[in-house]
């Protein structure tokens, strides 16, 4: 267990409207990620962070904002909401591998819809 | 940048078959290479990872994969499947180049046991 928690774990929001989702981590790692799944494409990255305020974006990161005021919570903003952005949306940690490198470690994921 | 390919999204196979899940991965420089399992509804569990120490990595549940240079695979294999394994599986390469430690993933490949 990673000790990644996400928030919800469901909601449904009209067109138009903001959203936060949250990501909240037990272990004080420096870097963090928002991934979100469709069918046919994996998991693609939105944005991530490198320490408190340290963000940057990822490949699909249009009409997504993030923010991280403590190291152990990273939130994804939709600023509004698109039927596009009808994914499931997972957090991610990066944390030492055992032996050489690192590895990733996953939330339980948001599913949202957008109607 | 990185790229990852899964041959075949859906394998079917019978209970006490080989598996066998194909990934072919594009990286600029020696890469990082992961397979992740996701069961229904859930967040994605690691199942194995290659760094460089070692060209056949073993991983949990009877898994293992062989990372070969000369064809940029790293094919996930079992022995013999259960009916447990019914899952979904990525391969995800790291982007080691730009110092995000995010991962780039393939659109996945589901595995279905028969019994």
């Known amino acids: 267990d990673a000790g990644i928690t996400q928030s919800p774990r469901h909601k449904v929001t009209e067109t138009g409207t903001p959203v936060t989702l949250r990501c909240h981590q037990t272990?004080?790692?420096?870097?963090m990620y928002w991934y979100r799944q469709d069918p046919g494409h994996g998991l693609r990255l939105i944005h991530y962070?490198?320490?408190?305020?340290?963000?940057d974006k990822g490949e699909v990161s249009d009409g997504y904002s993030v923010s991280r005021s403590k190291t152990e919570d990273f939130l994804l903003t939709l600023e509004s909401a698109t039927s596009s952005q009808t994914s499931v949306y997972f957090c991610?940690?990066?944390?030492?591998?055992?032996?050489?490198?690192?590895?990733?470690?996953f939330g339980p994921g948001t599913r949202l819809t957008v109607t | 940048a990185q790229s990852v390919t899964q041959l075949g999204s859906h394998v079917s196979v019978s209970e006490g078959a080989l598996v066998l899940l194909r990934c072919n991965y594009s990286?600029?420089?020696?890469?990082?290479l992961f397979w992740y399992v996701q069961y229904p509804n859930q967040g994605l569990q690691l199942l194995l990872k290659?760094?460089?120490?070692?060209?056949l990595v073993k991983g949990i549940n009877g898994f293992e994969a062989e990372f070969k240079k000369s064809e940029t695979s790293f094919h996930l294999t079992k022995p013999s499947a259960h009916m447990s394994d019914a899952a979904e599986y990525f391969c995800?390469?790291?982007?080691?180049?730009?110092?995000?430690?995010?991962?780039?993933f393939g659109s996945g490949t589901r595995l279905q046991v028969q019994p």
């Open positions: 991610a940690i990066s944390v030492p591998g055992t032996g050489e490198g690192y590895e990733q470690y």
């Open positions: 272990e004080n790692h420096r870097y």
């Open positions: 962070s490198y320490g408190v305020k340290d963000t």
């Open positions: 990286s600029s420089v020696p890469p990082y």
């Open positions: 290659y760094t460089s120490a070692a060209t």
């Open positions: 995800a390469v790291s982007d080691l180049d730009t110092g995000r430690r995010a991962l780039t």
